[in-house]
């Protein structure tokens, strides 16, 4: 209607000049805002595909092309992390998964490469292939890395859980292994899950090899000795489960308070959040949560973030997905002492879900083609969006 009028009019040159001049004007500031008009169309007109194919069967690979905006990109501007668990294998021979990932986020954590069966396999070697592969490659694209895990009940070496060691032992056996491997990339790790899980679903300490052998002390020991091996990284506690308000995450509060109250070098609380696409935890508990642990003076990190989804995955199904990974992101953002947001992998063609969780899948943000889901859509926007207060 609009469009019929304007052409039957004829326009005064002046008028003309001033409407060129207004049109670009408005063009040049929707551009130089976080995200251009281009950008904004594309992610809608992703999203409309979405609705009419099912997911395997999009077409437009956008992160492919030449968008400029990526979740690094504007993660970046608020010195914010963002990152994705790496599998080594996948990281060695895939050029697509190293591609997106170096593209994509700026801290990687090893899935399993760092994890005690991994690197200690004999009980006076070790062996370090996977994981100088894995720093190099993240010093060649600039990203950070994460340390994972120190001190965890599973993946352990059988020669560990079936030798027939004395408590004094075991304590030698991983103050060496600590020492070891902390210190052999120091200064290279932003921050090292010293700890992991080692509290129950009931809240009480779960009943592991470490606390079996050695008593609740191994904890603080754990701490005392990453710190001594590198006194410049961030040490964390790591757990699921405990990202809204429970009763072990109650547990896991009184735990690190105890611990900083006796001066252990803790500086923050990893929240794993691997969660269902039907049952997320509240985000206003979680946002409490949080904000209980920066008054002990600690940091929070999202550590291990999917949502998986029940299969065969609907398209409503994807964006709930897409709202979680948004809620739990804008959690963080806003939070006091929330920067790093990491993915327990980043396309649905590596994910742990579908062999962990029998029937579950689809729990991350890009599908097995490499193709983004909206829940990619949407962390980019929250981060185009998101203004530091
Ligand atoms: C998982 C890996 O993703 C799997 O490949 C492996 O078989 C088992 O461990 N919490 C953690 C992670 O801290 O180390 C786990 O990773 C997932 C749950």
Redesign the pocket.
């Known amino acids: 209607m609009f469009n019929t009028i304007t052409a039957k009019i004829p326009m005064n040159p002046i008028l003309k000049l001033i409407s060129i001049l207004l049109t670009t004007f408005c063009y040049l500031s929707l551009s130089s805002h976080s995200i251009s008009a281009q950008e904004i169309n594309l992610f809608s007109q992703n999203l409309n595909d979405l609705n009419e194919k099912p997911i395997d069967k999009m077409s437009d690979n956008i992160l492919g092309n030449d968008i400029r905006l990526t979740l690094r990109s504007l993660a970046q501007k608020h010195n914010f992390f963002i990152g994705s668990?790496v599998n080594v294998k996948a990281l060695r021979k895939d050029f697509l998964y190293r591609d997106r990932l170096s593209r994509e986020f700026n801290i990687i954590t090893a899935?399993?490469a760092m994890k005690f069966k991994r690197l200690h396999p004999k009980p006076k070697s070790f062996d370090f292939s996977r994981t100088d592969y894995l720093m190099a490659f993240a010093s060649a694209n600039k990203m950070q890395v994460r340390g994972?895990?120190l001190v965890?009940h599973?993946a352990l070496p059988d020669w560990l859980k079936e030798g027939d060691w004395t408590r004094d032992e075991l304590i030698d056996i991983l103050e060496n292994h600590i020492k070891t491997v902390v210190g052999r990339y120091r200064g290279r790790i932003i921050a090292w899950d010293v700890v992991?899980?080692a509290v129950a679903d009931d809240g009480t300490l779960r009943n592991s090899f470490w606390l079996e052998r050695i008593g609740p002390e191994y904890i603080e020991m754990a701490f005392r000795w990453a710190y001594e091996a590198d006194p410049n990284a961030l040490l964390i506690y790591?757990d699921?489960g405990a990202e809204g308000l429970n009763r072990k995450s109650d547990a896991i509060y009184r735990l690190i308070k105890s611990l900083v109250a006796n001066n252990v070098p803790i500086h923050g609380i990893g929240l794993?959040m691997?969660i269902q696409v039907d049952s997320p935890p509240n985000v206003q508990d979680v946002a409490k949560n949080m904000s209980r642990f920066t008054n002990l003076g600690l940091q929070v990190h999202i550590t291990?973030m999917d949502v998986r989804i029940k299969k065969p995955s609907l398209v409503s199904d994807f964006q709930q997905q897409a709202k979680i990974y948004r809620d739990i992101l804008r959690t963080c953002l806003l939070a006091e002492k929330c920067n790093t947001f990491v993915t327990?992998g980043f396309s649905d063609r590596y994910s742990?879900i579908p062999k962990?969780f029998k029937g579950w899948g689809d729990a991350l943000l890009l599908n097995k083609n490499y193709q983004a889901k909206p829940a990619y859509y949407k962390l980019l926007k929250e981060l185009a969006d998101y203004q530091k207060q």
Do not use: P
């Open positions: 668990a899935e399993n994972h895990t965890w599973n992991n899980e790591n699921y794993q691997h291990e327990w742990w962990h």
